[in-house]
Protein backbone atom coordinates (compact mmCIF):
# COMPACT_ATOMS: atom_id res chain seq x y z
CA UNK A 1 0.00 0.00 0.00
CA UNK A 2 2.68 2.20 0.66
CA UNK A 3 3.03 2.50 -3.39
CA UNK A 4 -0.36 3.32 -4.29
CA UNK A 5 0.12 6.00 -1.08
CA UNK A 6 3.13 7.40 -2.52
CA UNK A 7 2.06 7.49 -6.29
CA UNK A 8 -0.85 9.30 -5.29
CA UNK A 9 0.40 11.96 -3.01
CA UNK A 10 2.81 12.69 -5.88
CA UNK A 11 1.09 12.05 -8.72
CA UNK A 12 -2.72 12.69 -8.21
CA UNK A 13 -3.17 15.07 -5.32
CA UNK A 14 -1.47 17.82 -7.44
CA UNK A 15 -4.53 17.71 -9.99
CA UNK A 16 -7.79 17.91 -7.62
CA UNK A 17 -8.97 20.70 -5.47
CA UNK A 18 -8.10 20.18 -2.03
CA UNK A 19 -5.66 18.02 -1.93
CA UNK A 20 -5.62 18.00 2.25
CA UNK A 21 -8.72 15.86 1.65
CA UNK A 22 -7.07 12.67 1.16
CA UNK A 23 -3.93 12.64 2.94
CA UNK A 24 -5.04 10.91 6.02
CA UNK A 25 -2.20 11.71 8.67
CA UNK A 26 -3.68 14.29 10.45
CA UNK A 27 -2.50 15.17 14.08
CA UNK A 28 -4.45 12.36 16.17
CA UNK A 29 -5.41 10.22 13.42
CA UNK A 30 -4.43 6.55 14.33
CA UNK A 31 -2.45 3.92 11.92
CA UNK A 32 -2.38 0.95 12.81
CA UNK A 33 -0.07 -2.30 11.29
CA UNK A 34 -2.71 -4.97 9.74
CA UNK A 35 -2.10 -7.59 11.57
CA UNK A 36 -4.32 -10.90 9.99
CA UNK A 37 -5.98 -11.67 13.22
CA UNK A 38 -7.39 -7.97 13.50
CA UNK A 39 -10.82 -7.07 12.33
CA UNK A 40 -10.50 -3.90 10.28
CA UNK A 41 -13.38 -1.83 9.80
CA UNK A 42 -13.80 1.61 7.24
CA UNK A 43 -15.79 4.04 8.84
CA UNK A 44 -17.91 5.85 5.41
CA UNK A 45 -19.10 9.36 5.63
CA UNK A 46 -20.95 9.55 2.04
CA UNK A 47 -19.72 13.07 1.94
CA UNK A 48 -16.79 15.22 1.52
CA UNK A 49 -14.01 15.13 4.32
CA UNK A 50 -15.20 18.86 5.54
CA UNK A 51 -18.14 17.86 6.41
CA UNK A 52 -17.47 14.31 7.36
CA UNK A 53 -14.53 15.67 9.99
CA UNK A 54 -17.34 17.94 11.36
CA UNK A 55 -19.29 14.40 12.41
CA UNK A 56 -19.63 13.88 16.52
CA UNK A 57 -20.29 10.71 15.44
CA UNK A 58 -17.22 9.82 13.84
CA UNK A 59 -15.31 11.04 16.16
CA UNK A 60 -16.93 8.95 18.91
CA UNK A 61 -16.44 5.72 17.15
CA UNK A 62 -13.52 6.45 15.54
CA UNK A 63 -11.65 6.98 19.52
CA UNK A 64 -13.46 3.94 20.66
CA UNK A 65 -12.92 1.47 18.06
CA UNK A 66 -9.05 2.32 17.72
CA UNK A 67 -8.96 1.73 21.31
CA UNK A 68 -8.92 -1.91 21.49
CA UNK A 69 -5.68 -3.39 20.27
CA UNK A 70 -7.67 -6.24 18.28
CA UNK A 71 -9.98 -3.67 15.58
CA UNK A 72 -9.13 -1.30 13.58
CA UNK A 73 -10.99 1.86 12.47
CA UNK A 74 -10.12 4.04 9.12
CA UNK A 75 -11.88 6.60 7.59
CA UNK A 76 -12.93 6.95 3.91
CA UNK A 77 -15.48 9.62 2.81
CA UNK A 78 -16.79 10.26 -0.77
CA UNK A 79 -14.39 11.70 -3.33
CA UNK A 80 -15.07 15.01 -4.50
CA UNK A 81 -15.80 14.67 -8.79
CA UNK A 82 -12.44 15.90 -9.94
CA UNK A 83 -11.13 12.64 -7.74
CA UNK A 84 -13.30 10.13 -8.41
CA UNK A 85 -12.92 11.20 -12.37
CA UNK A 86 -9.25 10.51 -11.79
CA UNK A 87 -9.76 7.39 -9.42
CA UNK A 88 -11.67 5.90 -12.54
CA UNK A 89 -9.40 6.79 -14.90
CA UNK A 90 -6.75 5.79 -13.38
CA UNK A 91 -8.38 2.33 -12.23
CA UNK A 92 -7.73 3.10 -8.59
CA UNK A 93 -9.90 1.96 -6.10
CA UNK A 94 -11.53 4.57 -3.58
CA UNK A 95 -9.33 3.68 -0.29
CA UNK A 96 -9.10 4.65 3.39
CA UNK A 97 -7.70 7.86 4.05
CA UNK A 98 -4.74 6.26 6.75
CA UNK A 99 -3.67 2.95 5.24
CA UNK A 100 -4.84 3.64 1.59
CA UNK A 101 -6.21 0.42 0.93
CA UNK A 102 -9.30 -0.09 -0.77
CA UNK A 103 -12.94 -0.94 1.27
CA UNK A 104 -12.56 -4.23 -0.81
CA UNK A 105 -10.22 -4.91 1.38
CA UNK A 106 -11.71 -4.51 4.91
CA UNK A 107 -14.15 -6.71 7.14
CA UNK A 108 -16.73 -3.98 7.72
CA UNK A 109 -17.83 -1.28 5.57
CA UNK A 110 -19.88 1.02 7.54
CA UNK A 111 -22.06 3.70 6.65
CA UNK A 112 -23.36 6.66 8.53
CA UNK A 113 -27.22 7.57 7.67
CA UNK A 114 -27.56 10.97 8.50
CA UNK A 115 -29.53 12.33 5.36
CA UNK A 116 -31.62 10.66 2.47
CA UNK A 117 -29.79 12.85 -0.43
CA UNK A 118 -26.44 11.23 0.16
CA UNK A 119 -27.94 7.58 -0.58
CA UNK A 120 -26.42 7.81 -3.91
CA UNK A 121 -22.97 8.67 -2.44
CA UNK A 122 -23.32 5.55 -0.72
CA UNK A 123 -23.94 3.50 -3.71
CA UNK A 124 -21.35 5.81 -5.40
CA UNK A 125 -18.50 4.74 -2.59
CA UNK A 126 -19.58 0.97 -3.08
CA UNK A 127 -19.53 1.05 -6.65
CA UNK A 128 -15.77 3.10 -6.21
CA UNK A 129 -14.41 0.60 -3.71
CA UNK A 130 -14.77 -2.38 -6.10
CA UNK A 131 -18.05 -3.78 -4.14
CA UNK A 132 -21.09 -5.07 -5.47
CA UNK A 133 -23.98 -2.96 -4.54
CA UNK A 134 -26.42 -5.40 -3.95
CA UNK A 135 -25.82 -7.41 -0.91
CA UNK A 136 -27.00 -10.57 -2.65
CA UNK A 137 -24.72 -10.40 -5.39
CA UNK A 138 -21.82 -10.37 -2.46
CA UNK A 139 -19.95 -13.22 -2.03
CA UNK A 140 -18.36 -14.37 0.92
CA UNK A 141 -15.27 -12.87 1.01
CA UNK A 142 -16.74 -9.42 0.30
CA UNK A 143 -16.67 -6.82 3.51
CA UNK A 144 -20.07 -6.72 5.37
CA UNK A 145 -21.62 -3.49 4.54
CA UNK A 146 -23.19 -2.21 7.65
CA UNK A 147 -25.06 1.02 8.24
CA UNK A 148 -25.92 3.39 11.58
CA UNK A 149 -27.02 6.66 12.17
CA UNK A 150 -30.58 8.80 12.28
CA UNK A 151 -31.69 7.22 8.99
CA UNK A 152 -31.38 3.73 9.69
CA UNK A 153 -34.77 4.22 11.81
CA UNK A 154 -36.67 3.95 8.25
CA UNK A 155 -33.97 0.90 6.90
CA UNK A 156 -36.37 -0.31 4.21
CA UNK A 157 -34.82 1.88 0.99
CA UNK A 158 -31.21 0.88 1.33
CA UNK A 159 -32.49 -2.54 2.44
CA UNK A 160 -31.44 -3.86 -0.72
CA UNK A 161 -27.68 -3.10 -0.46
CA UNK A 162 -27.14 -3.07 3.34
CA UNK A 163 -26.18 -6.61 5.22
CA UNK A 164 -27.06 -5.28 8.52
CA UNK A 165 -28.23 -1.85 10.47
CA UNK A 166 -27.52 -0.94 13.70
CA UNK A 167 -30.20 1.04 15.54
CA UNK A 168 -29.97 3.28 18.39
CA UNK A 169 -26.52 3.61 20.43
CA UNK A 170 -23.42 2.58 18.53
CA UNK A 171 -20.99 3.19 21.67
CA UNK A 172 -23.20 0.34 22.90
CA UNK A 173 -23.66 -1.78 19.63
CA UNK A 174 -20.52 -1.51 17.12
CA UNK A 175 -18.44 -3.06 19.82
CA UNK A 176 -19.99 -6.16 20.68
CA UNK A 177 -21.04 -6.41 16.65
CA UNK A 178 -17.28 -6.34 16.26
CA UNK A 179 -16.47 -8.95 19.15
CA UNK A 180 -18.93 -11.18 17.75
CA UNK A 181 -17.81 -10.87 14.11
CA UNK A 182 -13.88 -11.74 15.15
CA UNK A 183 -15.52 -14.85 16.86
CA UNK A 184 -16.64 -16.16 13.80
CA UNK A 185 -14.06 -14.61 11.70
CA UNK A 186 -11.44 -16.90 13.58
CA UNK A 187 -13.20 -19.90 12.51
CA UNK A 188 -14.87 -21.26 9.51
CA UNK A 189 -15.92 -18.13 8.20
CA UNK A 190 -19.54 -18.11 6.38
CA UNK A 191 -21.08 -14.60 6.13
CA UNK A 192 -24.45 -16.78 6.25
CA UNK A 193 -23.78 -17.85 9.56
CA UNK A 194 -22.74 -14.64 10.87
CA UNK A 195 -25.67 -13.07 9.99
CA UNK A 196 -27.90 -15.73 10.95
CA UNK A 197 -26.58 -16.02 14.56
CA UNK A 198 -26.91 -11.76 14.72
CA UNK A 199 -30.21 -11.34 13.67
CA UNK A 200 -31.65 -11.81 17.09
CA UNK A 201 -29.05 -9.26 19.05
CA UNK A 202 -30.64 -6.54 20.17
CA UNK A 203 -30.29 -3.48 17.61
CA UNK A 204 -29.38 -5.36 15.22
CA UNK A 205 -31.49 -5.58 12.07
CA UNK A 206 -30.77 -7.94 9.16
CA UNK A 207 -33.25 -7.83 6.37
CA UNK A 208 -32.62 -10.45 4.50
CA UNK A 209 -34.97 -12.22 7.38
CA UNK A 210 -38.15 -10.22 6.81
CA UNK A 211 -40.03 -10.58 3.53
CA UNK A 212 -42.51 -7.11 2.89
CA UNK A 213 -45.49 -8.59 1.04
CA UNK A 214 -47.88 -5.78 -0.86
CA UNK A 215 -51.59 -5.64 -1.64
CA UNK A 216 -52.20 -5.02 -5.09
CA UNK A 217 -52.91 -1.54 -4.15
CA UNK A 218 -49.53 -1.00 -3.50
CA UNK A 219 -49.67 -1.16 0.57
CA UNK A 220 -47.91 -3.00 2.62
CA UNK A 221 -49.72 -5.93 3.70
CA UNK A 222 -47.52 -8.04 5.66
CA UNK A 223 -44.13 -8.01 7.46
CA UNK A 224 -42.81 -11.43 7.69
CA UNK A 225 -40.00 -12.49 10.20
CA UNK A 226 -38.10 -15.35 8.91
CA UNK A 227 -36.37 -18.13 10.78
CA UNK A 228 -36.98 -17.02 14.43
CA UNK A 229 -35.96 -13.73 13.67
CA UNK A 230 -37.97 -11.11 15.99
CA UNK A 231 -41.15 -9.43 14.77
CA UNK A 232 -39.55 -5.59 15.81
CA UNK A 233 -35.96 -4.70 16.35
CA UNK A 234 -35.53 -2.92 19.61
CA UNK A 235 -33.27 -0.21 19.52
CA UNK A 236 -30.31 -0.34 22.08
CA UNK A 237 -29.89 2.72 24.02
CA UNK A 238 -27.01 3.86 26.73
CA UNK A 239 -28.01 3.84 30.04
CA UNK A 240 -25.31 5.71 32.17
CA UNK A 241 -24.80 8.47 29.41
CA UNK A 242 -22.46 10.67 31.97
CA UNK A 243 -19.70 7.35 32.01
CA UNK A 244 -20.49 6.39 28.35
CA UNK A 245 -17.06 6.81 26.00
CA UNK A 246 -15.87 10.57 24.78
CA UNK A 247 -12.94 11.17 22.67
CA UNK A 248 -11.22 13.96 23.78
CA UNK A 249 -8.19 14.09 21.32
CA UNK A 250 -10.23 14.10 17.89
CA UNK A 251 -8.36 14.17 14.76
CA UNK A 252 -7.61 18.28 13.52
CA UNK A 253 -8.24 18.34 9.93
CA UNK A 254 -5.81 19.55 7.59
CA UNK A 255 -8.27 21.90 5.94
CA UNK A 256 -11.16 23.87 7.70
CA UNK A 257 -13.86 21.22 8.66
CA UNK A 258 -17.55 22.82 8.92
CA UNK A 259 -18.06 22.58 12.83
CA UNK A 260 -14.39 23.40 12.98
CA UNK A 261 -14.13 23.58 17.05
CA UNK A 262 -14.43 21.51 20.31
CA UNK A 263 -17.49 19.80 20.20
CA UNK A 264 -19.35 18.74 23.60
CA UNK A 265 -21.84 16.86 24.19
CA UNK A 266 -23.78 17.50 26.92
CA UNK A 267 -27.03 15.57 26.40
CA UNK A 268 -28.56 13.28 23.95
CA UNK A 269 -32.55 13.26 23.56
CA UNK A 270 -35.38 15.62 23.66
CA UNK A 271 -38.65 15.83 24.80
CA UNK A 272 -40.13 19.10 24.01
CA UNK A 273 -42.25 16.65 21.71
CA UNK A 274 -42.06 19.12 18.49
CA UNK A 275 -44.41 16.88 16.18
CA UNK A 276 -42.97 17.08 12.98
CA UNK A 277 -39.43 16.24 14.77
CA UNK A 278 -37.62 12.53 14.17
CA UNK A 279 -34.59 12.87 16.00
CA UNK A 280 -36.77 14.00 19.49
CA UNK A 281 -38.91 10.68 19.40
CA UNK A 282 -35.88 8.31 18.10
CA UNK A 283 -33.25 9.64 20.87
CA UNK A 284 -36.00 9.37 23.73
CA UNK A 285 -35.07 9.46 27.00
CA UNK A 286 -33.21 12.92 27.71
CA UNK A 287 -30.16 11.60 29.11
CA UNK A 288 -27.57 14.28 30.32
CA UNK A 289 -23.66 14.41 31.37
CA UNK A 290 -22.62 15.67 34.82
CA UNK A 291 -21.15 19.05 34.85
CA UNK A 292 -17.90 17.56 36.10
CA UNK A 293 -17.94 15.32 33.35
CA UNK A 294 -18.20 18.26 30.79
CA UNK A 295 -15.49 20.14 32.66
CA UNK A 296 -12.94 16.98 32.53
CA UNK A 297 -13.34 16.64 28.73
CA UNK A 298 -12.89 20.09 28.12
CA UNK A 299 -10.04 20.94 29.96
CA UNK A 300 -8.34 17.25 27.88
CA UNK A 301 -9.71 18.40 24.37
CA UNK A 302 -8.64 22.11 25.34
CA UNK A 303 -4.85 20.17 25.69
CA UNK A 304 -5.16 17.96 22.92
CA UNK A 305 -6.13 20.21 20.06
CA UNK A 306 -5.66 23.85 20.50
CA UNK A 307 -8.74 24.74 19.39
CA UNK A 308 -10.13 28.35 20.78
CA UNK A 309 -13.82 26.92 20.70
CA UNK A 310 -15.91 24.89 22.91
CA UNK A 311 -19.39 24.32 21.20
CA UNK A 312 -22.09 22.32 23.76
CA UNK A 313 -24.13 19.98 21.12
CA UNK A 314 -27.46 18.07 21.99
CA UNK A 315 -30.88 18.31 20.04
CA UNK A 316 -31.74 21.42 22.46
CA UNK A 317 -28.72 22.56 24.43
CA UNK A 318 -30.57 25.29 25.95
CA UNK A 319 -32.63 22.66 27.79
CA UNK A 320 -29.54 20.92 29.46
CA UNK A 321 -30.16 21.20 33.21
CA UNK A 322 -26.93 22.98 34.16
CA UNK A 323 -26.32 24.89 31.49
CA UNK A 324 -26.13 28.49 33.00
CA UNK A 325 -23.55 26.77 35.73
CA UNK A 326 -21.55 24.91 32.94
CA UNK A 327 -20.71 27.70 30.67
CA UNK A 328 -20.30 30.24 33.71
CA UNK A 329 -17.63 27.32 34.98
CA UNK A 330 -15.88 26.55 31.39
CA UNK A 331 -15.49 30.62 30.80
CA UNK A 332 -14.51 30.89 34.40
CA UNK A 333 -11.55 28.61 33.93
CA UNK A 334 -10.52 29.11 30.39
CA UNK A 335 -11.60 32.61 29.07
CA UNK A 336 -8.39 33.69 29.90
CA UNK A 337 -6.70 31.69 27.46
CA UNK A 338 -8.88 33.30 24.62
CA UNK A 339 -11.45 30.02 24.64
CA UNK A 340 -15.19 30.75 23.97
CA UNK A 341 -18.38 28.90 24.02
CA UNK A 342 -20.82 28.68 21.39
CA UNK A 343 -24.13 26.81 21.11
CA UNK A 344 -25.69 25.70 17.91
CA UNK A 345 -29.80 27.18 18.38
CA UNK A 346 -31.16 28.90 20.90
CA UNK A 347 -34.52 28.48 22.33
CA UNK A 348 -37.08 31.63 21.84
CA UNK A 349 -37.06 33.02 25.71
CA UNK A 350 -35.33 35.18 27.67
CA UNK A 351 -33.13 32.51 29.56
CA UNK A 352 -31.65 31.95 26.02
CA UNK A 353 -30.76 35.79 25.78
CA UNK A 354 -29.19 35.45 29.54
CA UNK A 355 -27.06 32.39 28.72
CA UNK A 356 -25.83 34.15 25.38
CA UNK A 357 -24.76 37.60 26.99
CA UNK A 358 -22.32 35.16 29.32
CA UNK A 359 -21.14 33.63 25.81
CA UNK A 360 -20.31 37.19 23.97
CA UNK A 361 -18.26 38.13 26.95
CA UNK A 362 -15.40 36.22 25.03
CA UNK A 363 -16.38 36.04 21.22
CA UNK A 364 -19.29 37.26 19.50
CA UNK A 365 -21.91 34.88 18.01
CA UNK A 366 -24.76 35.16 15.71
CA UNK A 367 -28.29 34.76 17.31
CA UNK A 368 -30.39 31.87 15.72
CA UNK A 369 -33.92 31.42 16.81
CA UNK A 370 -36.59 29.09 15.52
CA UNK A 371 -39.83 30.00 15.65
CA UNK A 372 -40.87 27.67 13.17
CA UNK A 373 -44.09 28.80 12.49
CA UNK A 374 -45.20 32.19 11.59
CA UNK A 375 -48.40 31.93 13.79
CA UNK A 376 -49.71 31.08 17.34
CA UNK A 377 -52.31 28.51 15.84
CA UNK A 378 -50.01 26.68 13.84
CA UNK A 379 -46.96 26.94 16.53
CA UNK A 380 -49.78 25.07 18.52
CA UNK A 381 -50.26 22.29 16.27
CA UNK A 382 -46.22 21.36 15.49
CA UNK A 383 -46.44 21.46 19.73
CA UNK A 384 -43.68 24.00 19.16
CA UNK A 385 -44.96 25.45 22.55
CA UNK A 386 -44.06 29.09 21.69
CA UNK A 387 -45.70 33.14 21.92
CA UNK A 388 -44.93 36.03 20.15
CA UNK A 389 -44.41 37.34 23.23
CA UNK A 390 -41.88 34.71 23.96
CA UNK A 391 -39.89 35.80 20.79
CA UNK A 392 -40.53 39.83 21.61
CA UNK A 393 -39.25 39.32 25.21
CA UNK A 394 -36.00 37.12 23.58
CA UNK A 395 -35.27 39.73 20.79
CA UNK A 396 -35.64 42.82 22.67
CA UNK A 397 -33.33 40.91 25.27
CA UNK A 398 -30.92 40.56 22.34
CA UNK A 399 -30.81 43.82 20.58
CA UNK A 400 -30.93 45.29 24.43
CA UNK A 401 -27.52 43.01 24.92
CA UNK A 402 -25.49 44.39 21.88
CA UNK A 403 -26.81 41.91 18.89
CA UNK A 404 -28.27 43.70 15.34
CA UNK A 405 -28.07 40.86 13.31
CA UNK A 406 -30.93 37.81 14.27
CA UNK A 407 -31.70 34.46 12.30
CA UNK A 408 -34.80 33.39 12.52
CA UNK A 409 -36.00 29.60 11.24
CA UNK A 410 -39.13 28.53 10.27
CA UNK A 411 -40.92 25.48 8.10
CA UNK A 412 -43.33 25.88 5.24
CA UNK A 413 -45.63 23.58 4.06
CA UNK A 414 -46.58 22.42 7.53
CA UNK A 415 -50.05 20.15 8.11
CA UNK A 416 -52.98 22.41 8.41
CA UNK A 417 -50.78 25.58 7.16
CA UNK A 418 -52.86 28.27 5.44
CA UNK A 419 -51.41 31.28 3.56
CA UNK A 420 -51.86 33.47 6.56
CA UNK A 421 -49.47 31.43 8.67
CA UNK A 422 -47.18 32.14 5.68
CA UNK A 423 -47.76 35.49 5.81
CA UNK A 424 -47.73 35.61 9.75
CA UNK A 425 -43.39 34.36 9.10
CA UNK A 426 -43.01 38.05 7.12
CA UNK A 427 -45.14 39.21 10.23
CA UNK A 428 -42.85 38.21 12.47
CA UNK A 429 -39.81 39.02 10.55
CA UNK A 430 -41.32 43.08 10.30
CA UNK A 431 -42.12 42.76 14.50
CA UNK A 432 -38.38 41.56 14.63
CA UNK A 433 -37.07 44.79 13.15
CA UNK A 434 -39.79 46.72 14.99
CA UNK A 435 -38.40 45.43 18.14
CA UNK A 436 -34.68 46.47 17.02
CA UNK A 437 -35.71 49.79 16.07
CA UNK A 438 -37.98 50.62 20.03
CA UNK A 439 -34.19 49.18 21.57
CA UNK A 440 -31.38 50.79 19.56
CA UNK A 441 -33.57 53.96 18.27
CA UNK A 442 -30.64 56.15 20.16
CA UNK A 443 -28.01 53.84 19.61
CA UNK A 444 -24.94 54.12 16.74
CA UNK A 445 -25.71 50.33 15.67
CA UNK A 446 -29.73 51.13 15.20
CA UNK A 447 -28.50 51.35 11.30
CA UNK A 448 -27.23 47.89 11.04
CA UNK A 449 -29.95 45.60 12.16
CA UNK A 450 -30.36 42.78 9.72
CA UNK A 451 -32.60 39.96 10.03
CA UNK A 452 -32.01 36.54 8.00
CA UNK A 453 -35.30 34.35 7.57
CA UNK A 454 -34.83 30.93 6.69
CA UNK A 455 -37.97 28.13 5.68
CA UNK A 456 -37.04 24.78 5.15
CA UNK A 457 -39.82 22.62 3.54
CA UNK A 458 -41.77 20.52 5.06
CA UNK A 459 -40.74 16.37 5.25
CA UNK A 460 -42.91 14.30 6.63
CA UNK A 461 -41.06 11.70 8.81
CA UNK A 462 -41.00 8.27 10.40
CA UNK A 463 -41.48 7.54 13.82
CA UNK A 464 -43.38 10.94 14.38
CA UNK A 465 -46.85 12.13 14.81
CA UNK A 466 -46.94 13.52 11.04
CA UNK A 467 -45.81 10.02 9.70
CA UNK A 468 -49.66 9.85 8.15
CA UNK A 469 -49.37 13.24 6.66
CA UNK A 470 -48.87 13.93 3.18
CA UNK A 471 -46.37 16.55 1.78
CA UNK A 472 -47.16 20.08 -0.03
CA UNK A 473 -46.43 19.38 -3.75
CA UNK A 474 -44.41 21.24 -5.42
CA UNK A 475 -46.10 24.09 -6.69
CA UNK A 476 -47.76 24.40 -3.40
CA UNK A 477 -44.24 24.63 -1.60
CA UNK A 478 -42.96 27.15 -4.10
CA UNK A 479 -45.91 29.31 -4.34
CA UNK A 480 -45.77 29.55 -0.77
CA UNK A 481 -42.36 30.32 -1.16
CA UNK A 482 -42.78 33.14 -3.76
CA UNK A 483 -45.55 34.36 -1.78
CA UNK A 484 -43.38 35.28 1.51
CA UNK A 485 -40.53 36.36 -0.90
CA UNK A 486 -43.43 38.80 -1.90
CA UNK A 487 -43.64 40.35 1.52
CA UNK A 488 -40.08 40.35 2.60
CA UNK A 489 -39.36 43.72 0.40
CA UNK A 490 -37.31 45.35 3.25
CA UNK A 491 -33.75 45.77 2.29
CA UNK A 492 -32.52 44.90 6.09
CA UNK A 493 -34.49 41.28 5.84
CA UNK A 494 -32.58 38.48 3.56
CA UNK A 495 -34.82 35.41 2.93
CA UNK A 496 -33.09 32.01 2.23
CA UNK A 497 -35.42 29.15 0.94
CA UNK A 498 -35.01 25.59 0.67
CA UNK A 499 -34.92 23.82 -2.96
CA UNK A 500 -38.59 21.72 -3.04
CA UNK A 501 -37.78 19.87 -5.30
CA UNK A 502 -34.94 18.47 -2.97
CA UNK A 503 -37.14 17.94 -0.15
CA UNK A 504 -39.86 16.18 -2.62
CA UNK A 505 -37.29 13.51 -3.16
CA UNK A 506 -36.51 13.62 0.24
CA UNK A 507 -40.11 12.79 1.64
CA UNK A 508 -39.99 9.92 -0.65
CA UNK A 509 -36.87 8.29 0.79
CA UNK A 510 -37.59 8.55 4.10
CA UNK A 511 -41.18 7.28 3.95
CA UNK A 512 -39.90 5.01 0.98
CA UNK A 513 -39.75 1.05 1.17
CA UNK A 514 -37.74 -1.59 -0.57
CA UNK A 515 -39.28 -0.86 -3.87
CA UNK A 516 -37.20 2.21 -3.81
CA UNK A 517 -33.89 0.77 -3.68
CA UNK A 518 -34.53 0.17 -7.24
CA UNK A 519 -35.08 3.64 -8.39
CA UNK A 520 -31.99 4.62 -6.33
CA UNK A 521 -29.89 2.57 -8.20
CA UNK A 522 -31.25 3.70 -10.84
CA UNK A 523 -30.71 7.34 -10.02
CA UNK A 524 -27.31 6.64 -9.34
CA UNK A 525 -26.54 4.47 -13.02
CA UNK A 526 -28.02 7.72 -14.63
CA UNK A 527 -25.44 9.72 -12.96
CA UNK A 528 -27.06 10.78 -10.29
CA UNK A 529 -24.76 11.53 -6.89
CA UNK A 530 -24.30 14.83 -4.31
CA UNK A 531 -27.65 15.38 -4.50
CA UNK A 532 -27.84 17.50 -1.33
CA UNK A 533 -25.40 20.35 -3.68
CA UNK A 534 -28.09 22.14 -5.89
CA UNK A 535 -25.18 22.17 -8.52
CA UNK A 536 -25.03 18.55 -8.92
CA UNK A 537 -29.13 17.79 -8.36
CA UNK A 538 -30.42 16.08 -11.11
CA UNK A 539 -34.31 16.27 -10.64
CA UNK A 540 -34.75 14.92 -14.30
CA UNK A 541 -32.76 11.87 -14.06
CA UNK A 542 -34.54 11.35 -10.67
CA UNK A 543 -37.89 11.43 -12.38
CA UNK A 544 -36.41 9.18 -15.67
CA UNK A 545 -35.67 6.56 -12.77
CA UNK A 546 -38.90 6.58 -11.30
CA UNK A 547 -40.64 6.46 -14.91
CA UNK A 548 -37.90 3.21 -16.02
CA UNK A 549 -39.15 1.62 -12.64
CA UNK A 550 -42.54 2.13 -13.03
CA UNK A 551 -42.62 3.40 -9.60
CA UNK A 552 -45.04 6.62 -8.77
CA UNK A 553 -43.27 9.34 -6.35
CA UNK A 554 -46.25 10.96 -5.31
CA UNK A 555 -47.66 7.75 -3.32
CA UNK A 556 -45.04 8.03 -1.26
CA UNK A 557 -44.46 12.47 -0.74
CA UNK A 558 -48.18 13.17 -1.62
CA UNK A 559 -50.63 10.60 0.05
CA UNK A 560 -52.23 10.51 3.39
CA UNK A 561 -51.79 7.74 5.31
CA UNK A 562 -54.56 5.75 7.47
CA UNK A 563 -54.21 5.23 10.79
CA UNK A 564 -54.53 1.21 10.29
CA UNK A 565 -51.69 0.97 7.61
CA UNK A 566 -48.68 -1.07 8.09
CA UNK A 567 -45.50 1.03 7.74
CA UNK A 568 -42.14 -0.38 6.01
CA UNK A 569 -40.34 0.64 9.47
CA UNK A 570 -42.98 -0.28 11.83
CA UNK A 571 -39.93 -3.29 11.80
CA UNK A 572 -38.25 -1.08 13.93
CA UNK A 573 -39.27 -0.01 17.52
CA UNK A 574 -37.99 3.44 18.28
CA UNK A 575 -39.64 3.08 22.08
CA UNK A 576 -42.36 5.46 21.61
CA UNK A 577 -45.49 3.51 21.06
CA UNK A 578 -47.66 4.07 17.75
CA UNK A 579 -50.82 4.68 19.83
CA UNK A 580 -48.76 7.90 21.60
CA UNK A 581 -48.17 9.02 17.93
CA UNK A 582 -51.61 8.68 17.17
CA UNK A 583 -52.48 10.76 20.07
CA UNK A 584 -50.24 13.47 19.28
CA UNK A 585 -51.26 13.28 15.53
CA UNK A 586 -55.23 13.85 17.09
CA UNK A 587 -54.17 17.09 19.52
CA UNK A 588 -52.06 18.22 16.69
CA UNK A 589 -55.49 18.73 14.68
CA UNK A 590 -57.39 19.98 17.82
CA UNK A 591 -54.39 22.20 17.70
CA UNK A 592 -53.93 20.86 21.54
CA UNK A 593 -50.22 21.00 23.19
CA UNK A 594 -48.06 18.07 24.85
CA UNK A 595 -45.76 19.51 28.05
CA UNK A 596 -42.42 18.66 28.55
CA UNK A 597 -41.95 15.30 31.05
CA UNK A 598 -39.10 17.04 32.00
CA UNK A 599 -40.93 19.58 33.84
CA UNK A 600 -44.31 18.03 33.76
CA UNK A 601 -46.55 15.11 34.05
CA UNK A 602 -45.29 11.80 31.53
CA UNK A 603 -47.62 11.98 28.54
CA UNK A 604 -47.19 8.61 27.98
CA UNK A 605 -44.78 7.98 24.76
CA UNK A 606 -43.59 4.65 26.17
CA UNK A 607 -40.12 4.22 26.10
CA UNK A 608 -39.48 5.30 30.04
CA UNK A 609 -40.97 1.88 31.35
CA UNK A 610 -41.04 -0.42 28.13
CA UNK A 611 -37.37 0.21 28.01
CA UNK A 612 -36.34 0.07 31.85
CA UNK A 613 -34.91 3.28 31.49
CA UNK A 614 -35.23 6.94 32.87
CA UNK A 615 -34.65 10.56 32.34
CA UNK A 616 -31.28 11.20 33.46
CA UNK A 617 -30.39 14.66 34.51
CA UNK A 618 -28.49 17.11 36.54
CA UNK A 619 -30.66 19.56 37.21
CA UNK A 620 -29.00 22.99 38.11
CA UNK A 621 -26.21 21.15 39.67
CA UNK A 622 -22.07 23.24 39.65
CA UNK A 623 -19.71 21.16 40.45
CA UNK A 624 -15.94 22.71 41.27
CA UNK A 625 -14.70 23.09 37.78
Not at 191 to 202: G, N, Q, R, S, V
Not at 464 to 486: A, G, H, V
Amino acid sequence: MQNLKQYIQDEILVRVEKPARYLGNEWNSIHKSWDKDKIKMAFCFPDIYEIAMSHLGMRILYGLINKREDFIMERCFAPWVDMEQILREKNIPLFSLESYRPLQDFDVVGFTLQYEMSYTNILNMLNLGGIALEREQRDNDSPLVIAGGPCVYNPEPLAPFVDCFLIGDSEELLPEFLEVLKKHKMGDWSKEKFLAAIKTMPGIYVPKFYEFKWADSGLLQEIIALDDAPSQVKKLIITDFDKAYFPTDPIIPYIEAVHDRIMLEVARGCTRGCRFCQAGIVYRPVREKSPKTLYEQAKKSIENTGYDEISLTSLSTADYSSIKPVIEGLLEKHAGEGIGVSLPSLRVDAFSVEIAKEIQKVRKTGLTFAPEAGTQRLRDVINKGVTSADLEKAVKGAFDAGWTQIKLYFMIGLPTETFEDVKGIADLAYKVLEWGQEVLKNNKNFKRIKVTVSTSSFVPKAHTPFQWEPQNTISELEEKQQYLKSLLKDRRITYNYHDAKTSFLEAIISKGDRRIGKVLKRAWELGCKFDSWSEYFKYDKWLQAFRECEIDPEFYAYRRRDYDEIFPWDVIDVGVTKNYLKSEHRKALQEALTHDCRYEDCPGCGICNRFGVDLEMFRGEQSAY
